[in-house]
């Protein structure tokens, strides 16, 4: 629909009330401003019902006609949104929101490729085949790529148990540290070009080929490659029902789960000296301060992470401490500093599933190493940031109080 009309106000309030994206236009019927909006009519009716910051004033006094575009959900919305703005580069787009702080959605140009969030300065970094954005936020980004994810990594195929499942979504989304599980390079390949036409707006060309493939397997008897198509969908038709700008959760399947006891630990020192270790307790999720444990490296020398660790694990598994076993434990750190874990763990006759998350290239992004049990369901990658950071936190507080003291004179 266009409007070009001499009250625009009034006209406005006629807009419907659904989400969409709304193109604003100066005298010359030039693009000027793309926005989007979970309700078209609220949204873009908010221009003129309240008081305006300078920058939009002048937005709002440059508008002379409005068009806008409905979607079926609020991400629609959002991808919408991002597209147009690099269709059109709108003036009052990139006046209003500096630069510097647009990200794109980016498909890496690889074997098995992942898709990332990036801004202009780290897509020179990667081998891109594919841009999509700006997208006005990080988080915006994110979301996008989390749901994706979510519904066209959903595997119920016997061969793939939850965990591979989980290395699969990890692995696209740029945090694995390349395990993608047993998936066959052109069912990869067939995710990624499921989430680029989506990106692209295809979302109706999606489902009718996703339809078509469910027919034809169901005739061949491949009941749960067709109940996966089923699902696939239902979540594309039914986006709008997941209230995506407020949540990321679309629970395809049940990936995450409340965990009565997550303990995370994590090594703070300075070339050795004044070294300490931390246990954090996370109970349903929560953390659990009561449970914090503190640890003073007491028998290694000079600066040994590995070692270091191993003290601790074994002080807090093999003296027989009346303590709950966790359900996870999660370490600040790569391979080795799992391994670590799974050492002492194997010592004490002991299976505990095990995380360790560590700071990517550049020191940018997590990488994942997981060890545990066949069709073990790990948290999202939220929660095990939440862990991470909180036994860093805790750790490093203990190393400064210990380092202040010594300096200080203090006995300790």
């Not at 991002?82 to 690889?110: G, M, Q």
């Not at 489902?207 to 089923?230: D, N, T, V």
């Not at 003073?296 to 600066?303: L, Y």
């Not at 369901?377 to 750790?395: G, Q, T």
């Amino acid at each position: 629909m266009s409007l070009f009309d001499a009250n625009i106000k009034e006209v406005v309030k006629k807009f419907p009330d659904s989400p969409g994206v709304y193109l604003m236009k100066n005298e010359k019927a030039e693009i000027i401003y793309v926005g989007k909006a979970t309700s078209l009519r609220k949204r873009v009716g908010s221009y003129f019902n309240r008081a305006l910051n300078t920058k939009t004033e002048k937005l709002v006094s440059d508008i002379r006609g409005i068009d806008f575009k409905m979607t079926e959900s609020a991400m629609e919305a959002l991808i919408l949104e991002a597209n147009l703005i690099s269709l059109y580069k709108p003036y009052y787009n990139i006046k209003l929101k500096d630069d510097k702080y647009f990200v794109n959605i980016i498909i890496t140009e690889e074997k098995f490729p992942r898709i990332l969030i990036a801004r202009a300065s780290d897509e020179k970094k990667q081998k891109t085949k594919n841009i999509f954005g700006p997208y006005t936020s990080k988080r915006d980004a994110k979301q996008v790529i989390d749901l994706l994810v979510k519904i066209f990594c959903s595997r119920r195929d016997k061969s793939s148990s939850s965990t591979e499942n989980l290395y699969l979504r990890y692995y696209i989304k740029g945090y694995s540290s390349g395990k993608i599980g047993s998936i066959a390079e052109k069912d990869y390949k067939k995710i990624i070009y499921n989430i680029k036409s989506f990106l692209e707006g295809r979302k109706e060309k999606i489902i009718k080929k996703a339809e078509k493939e469910m027919l034809s397997a169901a005739k061949r008897s491949e009941f749960e490659k067709a109940a996966q198509l089923r699902d696939q969908i239902f979540a594309l038709q039914h986006i709008r029902d997941t209230a995506f700008m407020d949540k990321e959760d679309l629970l395809l399947e049940k990936q995450s789960t409340d965990f009565d006891r997550i303990e995370g630990y994590d090594i703070s020192n300075t070339s050795g000296k004044d070294a300490v270790g931390s246990m954090v307790v996370f109970r349903r999720n929560k953390p659990d301060k009561d449970e914090y444990r503190k640890f003073k490296i007491k028998t290694v020398q000079g600066a040994n992470d590995i070692a270091m660790m191993k003290e601790i694990l074994e002080r807090r598994f093999g003296n027989g401490h009346d303590w709950q076993l966790p359900d996870l434990i999660i370490m600040d750190g790569g391979m080795t500093q799992t391994n670590a874990a799974k050492t002492v763990l194997k010592k004490h006759r002991l299976t505990i599933p095990i995380v360790g998350i560590a700071k990517g290239p550049d020191r940018k992004g997590e990488k994942l190493f997981f060890s545990a049990p066949k069709g073990f369901v790990f948290p999202d990658i939220d929660l095990i940031k939440k862990v991470r950071d909180e036994s860093h936190r805790f750790a490093i507080n203990y190393h400064r109080k210990l380092r202040g003291e010594r300096i200080k004179g203090k006995k300790i």
